[in-house]
T-cell receptor
Framework: GAVVSQHPSRVICKSGTSVKIECRSL??????MFWYRQFPKQSLMLMATSNEGSKATYEQGVEKDKFLINHASLTLSTLTVTSAHPEDSSFYIC???????????FGSGTRLTVV | RKEVEQDPGPFNVPEGATVAFNCTYS??????FFWYRQDCRKEPKLLMS???SGNEDGRFTAQLNRASQYISLLIRDSKLSDSATYLCVVNAKYNTDKLIFGTGTRLQVFP
């Protein structure tokens, strides 16, 4: 089946540093990937749509200079949280749609803790 | 009003019980509907898509009421392993791949 591999699964970093999260589609090509954030007891909130070979589309209220997205190939999208602060601590998940007969497939998520 | 609303629960039910969750959505142009299951601190996993005619998959039945803009999920013969959060998900607007998630309904099945 279609798999999205996300790394790292957990990261702890200091305030002010940057963290890169990778999502790879393992057995399909993903021209589009979606990045979500989930705070405790809240729903997944779409942050941005990553488009292969072009700029990402950010949702309202999401700072594009803080959350850098790169989708340089059909199988890899990265999210970099720049100058991380404790309020950026959250569960970040990527997703892709492998095809019309599949549901949206999610990566396993990255739990970011900024100290 | 939230775009997708769910009762957060928790629903605490004994094994073997039947439990139903409802979800309402605000955008009448939404076209695709799903139920996802999310275990604690894990990614969501697709449980089932929801079709206009309703659909069933084993113990799970999903219904869509477009006129009232709500979706339901029925779980029969609950198992302990059904304990999870159930997310109602709709696409943001017609002909787009963006999804809007409800906050989820927590189900706890006890022995």
């Amino acid at each position: 089946g279609a798999v999205v591999s996300q790394h790292p699964s957990r990261v702890i970093c200091k305030s002010g540093t940057s963290v890169k999260i990778e999502c790879r589609s393992l057995d399909f090509q993903a021209t589009t990937m979606f990045w979500y954030r989930q705070f405790p007891k809240q729903s997944l909130m779409l942050m941005a749509t990553s488009n292969e070979g072009s700029k990402a589309t950010y949702e309202q209220g999401v700072e594009k200079d803080k959350f850098l997205i790169n989708h340089a190939s059909l199988t890899l999208s990265t999210l970099t949280v720049t100058s991380a602060h404790p309020e950026d601590s959250s569960f970040y998940i990527c997703s892709a749609l492998p095809g019309p007969f599949y549901g949206y497939t999610f990566g396993s998520g990255t739990r970011l803790t900024v100290v | 009003r939230k775009e997708v609303e769910q009762d957060p629960g928790p629903f605490n039910v004994p094994e073997g019980a039947t439990v139903a969750f409802n979800c309402t959505y605000s955008n009448s142009a939404s076209q695709s509907f799903f139920w996802y299951r999310q275990d604690c601190r894990k990614e969501p996993k697709l449980l089932m898509s929801v079709y206009s005619s309703g659909n069933e998959d084993g113990r799970f039945t999903a219904q869509l009421n477009r006129a009232s803009q709500y979706i339901s999920l029925l779980i029969r013969d609950s198992k302990l392993s059904d304990s999870a959060t159930y997310l109602c998900v709709v696409n943001a607007k017609y002909n787009t791949d963006k999804l809007i998630f409800g906050t989820g309904t927590r189900l706890q099945v006890f022995p």
